[in-house]
Structure formats: structure tokens, C-alpha cells
């Protein structure tokens, strides 16, 4: 008997989802938690200064920490509580399983958002192309997936509740949608600060006219974001915040972000038959200048991800546009050859660094004085990493193999420099990274010297001595004559970077 063809839409319009759920699901496996992800292992600590040392055992020890990330992180109580249950207790395959979970159902709930029940094959993979773009750069471990893959969930939730049909809405589940919301205000100050200023020009614009159902969410939400906003951490956190944002890393970081306008642009050129969409699509486009407005102040400090929440409600506004499009095959076709071509890159990124970090502890528990000397190619990969968070792997590594002398981690060229003299030394490790030796008691300046577009324009840009005193920014250890570092030029394609030392 010949199978329905109903049968075959109604499951095969499915299998984007269920691609981007098992991309996921891999790349979360084969990631080595680092950096966030190994220090939400550790019981924060109330001073920011301070390395983390007793490791999450039980539940109890997540409200610790939690009372102290308060005071010296950020007010992310809900959402960091649980980021600690998986970092500290429930492990990184149970995590990759729910996380997977969420990568199925937020382009799912995105689908059901803008184009209801009834959609196909075409439209779910735009969506899952897009939502693809928007979270693969993100790291596969909790800190980073929960508090903005899960974030985005929980906001398409919240707007198919708040924005839905209230007629069927009883005091339970009134009260049960009241919790959530203040959850959700509590997630992420990137959705919260948004998504509140958007909610006070709905409600001008509906002249307090709410629903029982969106006053007490509304409340709740802006309680939960209340709370958030307000906890020291977060200001201690602003207040690191200065000009130095403004860089060209920063810069780099945050460009990617701007693909999002250029398709919600492209959408209201092809709009044709779609119309606006009333108070719901103000409501979006508010959070996403909000969002925009926001980063601008903050100087998109912390890189592209603080554009998620706007960008999202931008993927929002366009589907219903890009979808009825008659362009729709090629520009599908155009998105899988970009995801393709993205996917790649990162699951190189993620297999580079998980081999680099298993050749860290490998080498950790192999060795007798705790110093760990691995490929150069391999150091250069997490040096920045373990630059940021040195106080974090040491805390791991100790926790893993007890007993051990504190690990140093060092590339392998470092073998054979005179580490115990008093001495100045640049060495290329790589074509892009070059190992230092400064002298702590006769110091010379090292310069890096950058030519800027090299064959195209090769402009000579202004020459930048390197500050062995900005410990997270070139140096990783402190030795009895001299401070060790290294420099790695991560933009080869737009920069040729030479470092020399300069003459005395």
C-alpha cells in the first residue's frame, strides 16, 4: 500500500530541525569544556580576584555560588544555577543531549511564530539556515548555549504566550506563566533591558489596555529583570567597560552580527503581499533597536552574542517576507553552501581545541613537577585561553589529579630556550606566533610591527609595544628571571605582524 503523501510533509518538513538537533548533539561530544565552562565547575568565588578552588559536589554548593556570582559576576541567578548543575554535576554528554533538544525546538518554535502550523520543507530550512548563522559561533557548553540558545527559547515561548489568544487563559496557568516570566526576566540582561522597553511602548501604544495574562507577565518579567539588573556584579562588570572596546578585535567580533539588518532590510524590499504586522511586529522591532542601542553604549563588549536578542526578533520580522519570496530555492540553496562552508570551519576550531586541551591534561598527569610542554601548534591554538582562565585549568587539573604540583603549561619550543636566565628573547614558533623571553631585571621592548591588506595595499601601520604587564594579554608565566609570552597574530589575511626586539 502506497504511503500518503500527507504522511511524507507532514514528517519530512521536519528533518532541518532534526539536522541542526544532530550537528548539535556532535559538536557538543566532541567540545572540550574551557574557559566559562571550567570555571562554573568551581564554587564562584565572592572576590573577582580570586581563583576558584572548591568544586561544585551537590546542589547546595550552586546556591553558594550563585550568592556570590551575585555580588562579584552578574545577577543571572536562574540561568547560572543552571549552567552550574551541568558544568559541576550532570556532565557534558547529558548536557550535549539537552542541548540538542533546544537546537530542534527553538527553529521549530521560530517556524510556528512567524508562519504558523502550516509550513514545509522550503520554509524550515530558512529558518534553520538562519538560526544556524545566528548561534554556530557560540561555544558548545553551557555557559554560553544556556544563556543565549536557552534564552531564545524561552523568549519565543514567552511572546507565543504573552501575544496569544487569551480567551482560555485560568488563574493556574495565569499564575504558572507569572513564574516564568520572571524567570525569563531574570535569564539575560542581553533579552531583559531589551524586551522591557519594549514591553512599556506596547503598553503605550495599547494605552494599558493588557490582558489579566500580560499585566501579571509584564510585572513578573520586569520584577525578575529588577532583580537581575540591579546585582553588583553587573556593575562591576559595566564598569570594566572602556574605550579599549572600540578596538579592531572588538570590531572583528561584532561584524558578523550586522548580516541580520542586511536580511531584515532585504525582507521589506521583497515584501510583496506581506503586510505589516500590527503591534506584535513593533513590539519586535523595538526590542531589536533596543538591543542595537544598548551594544552601541556598551560598546559591543562582549562580541557579537549581545546582538542575539535583537537579531533574532529581526529573523522574526523577515521569515514571513523571505519565505513567500520567489527567490526562495536559490536563496535556500545560497544559505546551506554558507552553513556548509561555516560548519566546517567550526568543527575544525572545536576538534583543534579539544585535541590541544586533551594533550594539556594528558600531559598534566604524566608529569612529575606539573610543567607541560605541548606542540607549538597546540599552544598557540588555547594560549589565549589559558591566558584568561590559567587559574581555572590549574584548578581542574589539580581537581582531576590530586596531589600534583600546580600544572604550568608551556609549548613545546620553550624546551630549549635558557628559561633560568636573565635574558630577551623572540622566537617564531609559527607563521603567525612568535615565543617571548622578557628579562624582569634588564627588560627590552618588544615591538610588533603590522602592515595592513599585505599585497594589496601594504600600508604600514603604527608600530604597538607589546605590555608584559597586561598579564591576560600576551604573558602565561612568570618564571625567576623573566616573564614568558606569546603573540599570535589571529587576522593573517588583513594583517602581516613581524615582532622584533627593540634596540637598546
Known amino acids: 500500500m502506497p504511503m500518503k503523501t500527507g504522511f511524507n510533509k507532514k514528517y519530512i ?86 542541548n540538542a533538544v533546544v537546537w530542534f525546538l527553538l527553529p521549530l518554535a521560530v517556524t510556528r511564530i512567524t508562519c504558523g502550523k502550516d509550513f514545509g520543507l522550503r520554509t524550515a530550512l530558512t529558518v534553520s539556515a538562519l538560526i544556524f548563522l545566528l548561534f554556530m559561533s557560540l561555544n558548545f557548553d553551557p555557559p554560553f548555549q544556556i544563556n543565549y540558545l536557552w534564552t531564545s ?54 494605552k494599558l489596555r493588557l490582558s489579566t495574562l500580560q499585566w501579571v507577565s509584564a510585572v513578573s518579567f520586569g520584577i525578575g529583570a529588577i532583580v537581575l539588573i540591579v546585582a553588583p556584579g553587573n556593575w562591576i562588570k559595566f564598569g570594566d567597560v572602556d574605550g579599549s572596546a572600540f578596538g579592531l578585535s ?13 536580511i531584515w532590510l532585504f525582507s521589506v524590499l521583497v515584501r510583496g503581499e506581506h503586510r505589516d504586522r500590527g503591534l ?44 513567500r519570496c520567489k527567490s526562495i530555492r536559490w536563496i535556500n540553496l545560497g544559505l546551506v553552501l554558507i552553513c556548509g562552508c561555516f560548519l566546517w570551519v567550526r568543527a575544525g576550531e572545536i576538534s583543534r581545541t579539544a585535541d590541544a586541551i586533551d594533550a594539556m591534561y594528558s600531559g598534566y598527569a604524566k608529569s612529575q613537577d606539573g610543567i607541560v610542554y605541548i ?38 619550543s620553550m624546551r630549549y630556550l635558557p628559561v ?22 634588564n627588560p627590552r621592548d618588544f615591538i610588533v610591527e603590522k602592515t595592513l591588506l599585505p599585497g594589496l595595499l601594504n600600508k604600514r601601520m603604527a608600530d604597538r609595544q607589546l605590555d608584559f604587564d597586561k598579564h591576560a ?13 606569546i603573540y599570535v597574530n589571529t587576522r593573517p589575511a588583513i594583517l602581516n605582524a613581524q615582532v622584533t626586539l627593540k634596540q637598546p
Not at 493556574?172 to 507569572?178: H, N, P, R, V
Not at 581542574?396 to 600544572?407: L, Q, V
Not at 594579554?473 to 609570552?485: G, K, N, V
Open 13 to 98: 518538513r521536519y528533518i532541518p530541525f532534526v539536522a541542526l538537533s544532530v550537528i548539535a548533539l556532535c559538536l557538543g561530544c566532541m567540545s572540550q569544556w574551557h574557559s566559562d565552562a571550567v570555571f562554573y565547575k568551581f564554587v564562584v568565588p565572592i572576590d573577582q580576584e580570586t581563583d576558584p578552588s572548591q568544586p561544585i559536589m551537590a546542589v547546595s554548593d550552586i546556591f553558594q555560588s550563585q550568592y556570590n556570582h551575585y555580588f562579584s559576576c552578574n545577577g543571572r541567578f536562574f540561568i547560572h544555577f543552571i549552567v552550574q548543575l551541568f558544568c559541576g554535576i550532570l556532565g557534558k554528554y547529558v548536557f550535549a543531549a539537552c
Open 153 to 206: 527559547l524561552m523568549f519565543c515561548g514567552w511572546i507565543m504566550v504573552f501575544f496569544g489568544d487569551k480567551r482560555r487563559d485560568g488563574i493556574g496557568f495565569i499564575l504558572l506563566f507569572g513564574v516564568f516570566s520572571f524567570l525569563f526576566g531574570n535569564a539575560n540582561e542581553s533579552f531583559s533591558i531589551p524586551v522591557g522597553a519594549a514591553l512599556i511602548f506596547y503598553a503605550v501604544l495599547k
Open 250 to 262: 572588538n570590531i572583528e567580533q561584532i561584524l558578523p552580527a550586522f548580516l541580520f539588518p542586511v
Open 280 to 323: 506584535f511586529g513593533r513590539f519586535l522591532l523595538a526590542v531589536a533597536v533596543v538591543c542595537y542601542l544598548l551594544c552601541l553604549y556598551l560598546k559591543g563588549c562582549s562580541g557579537f552574542r549581545m546582538f542575539i536578542s535583537g537579531n533574532l526578533c529581526l529573523i522574526l520580522l523577515a521569515l514571513p517576507s523571505i519565505v
Open 375 to 412: 606542540p607549538d601548534d597546540q599552544f598557540v591554538t588555547i594560549g589565549r585561553h589559558y591566558r584568561f582562565s590559567k587559574g581555572t585549568f590549574i584548578a581542574d587539573a589539580s581537581f582531576r589529579y590530586p596531589g600534583k604540583p600546580d600544572m604550568r603549561l608551556r609549548p613545546a
Open 420 to 441: 633560568d636566565r636573565d635574558t630577551n628573547i623572540v622566537v617564531r614558533i609559527s607563521d603567525n606566533a612568535w615565543l617571548l623571553l622578557q628579562s624582569t631585571e
Open 473 to 485: 594579554d600576551i604573558t602565561f608565566e612568570t618564571l625567576s628571571h623573566s616573564r614568558a609570552a
